[in-house]
């Protein structure tokens, strides 16, 4: 058994020590005592506790996966959150300070992937455990939106029924303004006289759409979420911001940084989570890779009153980014690409006349290496905000301006 220090926390939110040892669930400079394997202590022992550290606000934390910072005072969690921004932009040579933090409350993530498991007694739903690949029940979950935790009795039904005792049945929930949207995936398949049951029973649980192994088995009536002045019926599956908090915080700082703009491109742009409230303030050309996504965001904008002109291209701008030539008639452009960052596009933007970007993006790694392209090209970085969508884990959602 070995005594330590924590000197730091690493990206995904682990104590780090000496050697490396990577120690779970610790804050710098707490001492911990355990067993090391390889460079991992799996059950440290607290010595001398930090001052930032609390109890834990959720009753399952201590093996629940979902989370890993809720042993840490909030404050500590948000100047950390600012710190992983600001040391991945400096590992690029650039030096600048985080401006504002915006922390989404608890109990506000619409959406999450939940996971059945068929037992001898009947199902467990939730999350998997800490490191291990057991269902954790979580009826107590401080992250999901109350109408996902109502939900878990009627997933646990649909386990019982539909999973198979040694594979797992994967739910992904979104609360939408007019109920929820289910997609089921990994159950058994469903005849015709199990459907007209399926859609019987979620439909008396608020769940207005129910796709089961990739195909629509029942639809009340489609699920919608407000877009600016505009209500989107999202495909099943799309991607979306996690809480409405953390997309009203991200909608908020591009509107304010796109002001005097007639003409904005927005890349990346989904199902028009940002194009529908740009489009208030300016035209906007929406370029998104998956079709069905711009297509719903195109229904939404002809649906809606009030907004500038919206053009959609459904374009993958991993393969094909917009071209210098192409992108000159835009005043401003926006990106929110994945994990992955934008970096073929960057490059193209850096040899176009845009003189102004308006950068989201969810991986501060990336981020930090499509800022030092832009910033080399010339433009500097003018703002700097961070959105904690995922409050208590070690996930940083970026938004930035640069300017040339």
Known sequence: MAEVTIERLGHKGD?????????????????VKGDIDGQLMPKPAIQTPSDHRIKAPCSHYNSCGGCSLQHAHDDFVSNWKKEVVQSALASRGIERAVDAIHTSPAQSRRRAKLTGKRTKSGALVGFHGRASHTVLAVPNCKILHPDLLSLIPVLEQLTVEYGSRKGEVEFTATVTNTGIDLDV???????????????????????????????????ETPPQLTMGKAAVS???????????????????????????AAKVAD?????????????????????????????????????ASGLHSVTTEARDLFRRPLMPDELRKFDVVVLDPPRAGAEAQVQEIIESEVRKVVMISCSPVTFA?????????????EKLEVVDQFRWSH??????VLTR
Not at 20 to 30: A, D, K, N, S, W
Not at 374 to 380: I, P, Q, V, Y
């Open 15 to 31: 104590g780090i020590a000496a050697g490396p040892i990577f120690v779970p669930r610790t804050l710098p400079g707490e001492v």
């Open 185 to 219: 995936a990994g159950a058994k398949p469903a005849g015709p006289q199990e459907q007209a049951a399926l859609a019987q029973l979620t439909v008396r649980h608020g769940v207005v759409r129910l796709t089961w192994n990739g195909e629509l088995l029942a639809m």
């Open 234 to 260: 999202p495909p099943s599956g799309a991607f979306l911001q996690a809480t409405e908090h953390g997309q009203l915080a991200l909608e908020a700082f591009i509107i304010n940084n796109i002001v005097g």
């Open 267 to 303: 890349l990346f742009a989904g199902c028009g989570t940002f194009s529908l409230p740009m489009a208030a303030h300016a035209a906007v050309h929406a370029v998104e890779g998956e079709a069905d996504m711009i297509d719903a965001l195109a229904k939404g904008w002809r649906m």
């Open 369 to 381: 290496r499509d800022v030092e392209t832009l910033t080399k090209a010339g433009f500097s970085l």
């Open 395 to 400: 996930h940083v959602e970026v938004a930035s």
